[in-house]
DNA sequence: CCTCCACAGGAAGCGCAGGAGT
DNA sequence: ACTCCTGCGCTTCCTGTGGAGG
């Protein structure tokens, strides 16, 4: 008997390195993005010369490749002035994990000054550092992710802009990056000013810039000939088609290739495309149903117990119907449901509002009561599989 | 036509956790 | 460390609505 990892090492599979069609993964050569490359590279180029660069805040939806471009340049810039032996650093800091201007600066001046730490130090003194630290005449290149996150914004710009405008020598340059279009209209009208010197938008990718893309990834991923065209253009326009998401798109086609594979496929064809489409859906119906509030997954836990209890009714027309429930029944097995569970049972009221939220999820679909009932309800109907639902909420509860 | 049924959904307010302000 | 404030989940109370049934 063969060793384990051998035997699944050894098993046929479609990928050459499945490294290059994860989200992780970042292309030398970004397609599409030239124009903005190029920009960035004329707004930054002057650091190179000792000379202040205006700051950018650059902005556009999720998987516009706004952060691949940022350390893109990042990465040249400071290529570059090594071997020029130019006094220029610069920095990448994502917001979402360092959330307050306390801990940027002390993200950016950890990064500076490797060797030491600055945990528990007081704000004043890092400002302090990184004023010495670009005061020696360094041009210095912040790219902020995500500054969105970020809960003191204002003053985290107004700090550092002031900073770049007490240095006598160096300078400061900061690249704010964010998906949130409402975002800059929040700010305070001189911070605004500040981070906004220059602004560029980053358009979402088209179902043929898409396709491209995925091409590129494909033929370094795929083994060759293991992909066909047809199934890099579908994954291409399913995500064009609903956000031009390019990050959407690899996860895609890389589902696409795990299924090929599960199945001991030789090629991906569009249908594991399709396939993993359905897939991805699924999770995240499934994720959603896991982080619903507690009382709502109750009540959708007794709705999925409703429907597959009432065995689907044949209509007039022979077709069968999913089971409809009546508002009221709903809501007296959820009051069972809960009282099994030992949670805690709310009140009618509540539970309507529960009814509401659901249907706005889209995990339920509702309608009013016609001829032939008593009184005004609503008709309750699952919008997705009762059982996966209902196995998911059951996984959940347990855990 | 009136009444009752079986709900829908608005308004006000309560108790609590957690963040902001000092 | 302290209070103050705010948002969330929820209850109570209430008025509205359309069909069924007498």
Redesign the pocket.
């Known amino acids: 008997m063969a060793n384990l990892f051998e035997q699944l090492l050894a098993r046929e599979t479609v990928f050459r390195d499945r490294n290059y069609i994860t989200p992780h993964y970042t292309p030398d050569k970004l397609l599409f993005r030239e124009q903005q490359i190029q920009k960035m590279t004329e707004i930054l180029a002057g650091l190179l010369n000792g000379k202040r660069a205006d700051n950018l805040f650059i902005y556009g939806k999720v998987g516009t490749g706004k952060t691949a471009s940022a350390r893109h340049v990042l990465s040249h810039l400071l290529d570059f002035a090594g071997q020029k032996n130019a006094q220029v650093s610069g920095t990448y800091v994502n917001c979402r994990n360092h959330n307050s201007k306390y801990r940027v600066l002390s993200k950016i001046v950890k990064d500076f000054y490797p060797e030491h730490n600055f945990m528990g130090y007081s704000a004043a003194f890092i400002y302090e550092k990184l004023l010495g630290f670009a005061g020696e005449g360094r041009g210095i290149v912040l790219v902020l992710d995500e500054v969105d996150k970020v809960?003191d914004v204002d003053e985290l710009i107004y700090g550092l802009s002031r900073a770049n405008d007490e240095l006598r020598k160096g300078s400061l340059c900061i690249l704010g990056i964010s998906n949130n279009v409402m975002f800059k209209d929040d700010l305070d009208p001189r911070t605004k000013s500040s981070l906004c010197q220059q602004e560029m938008v980053f358009p979402a990718y088209n179902a043929e810039e898409l396709k491209s893309i995925l091409s590129e990834r494909a033929k370094l991923a795929f083994n060759e000939g293991c992909v066909d065209e047809a199934a890099v253009s579908l994954a291409a326009a399913f995500a064009a088609q609903e956000s031009g998401d390019a990050r959407k798109a690899v996860m895609l086609l890389m589902r696409a290739g795990e299924l090929a594979d599960k199945k001991g496929l030789a090629r991906v064809s569009e249908e594991e495309v399709r396939r993993a489409k359905r897939l991805v859906e699924e999770e995240i119906i499934l994720n959603m149903v896991l982080t619903l509030?507690?009382?709502e997954q109750l009540v959708l836990y007794a709705i999925a117990g409703l429907t597959l209890e009432r065995p689907p009714l044949k209509t007039l027309t022979g077709e069968t119907e999913e089971g409809v429930l009546?508002?009221?029944?709903v809501?007296d097995t959820y009051v069972k449901i809960a009282k099994k569970f030992k949670e805690?049972?709310?009140?009618?009221?509540?539970y309507?509002?529960c009814?509401?939220q659901l249907e706005m999820y889209g995990l339920i679909l509702t309608t009013q009561s016609?001829?032939?009932?008593?009184?005004?309800?609503?008709f309750i109907k699952l919008g997705y599989d009762a059982k996966k639902i209902k196995e998911a909420i059951e996984k959940g509860l347990t855990a």
Do not use: A, C, L, N
């Open positions: 809960k509030p507690q009382q009546y508002s009221g029944e809501y805690t049972v709310v009140s009618s009221r509540w309507r509002e009814i509401s016609g001829k032939g009932v008593k009184g005004q309800t609503r």
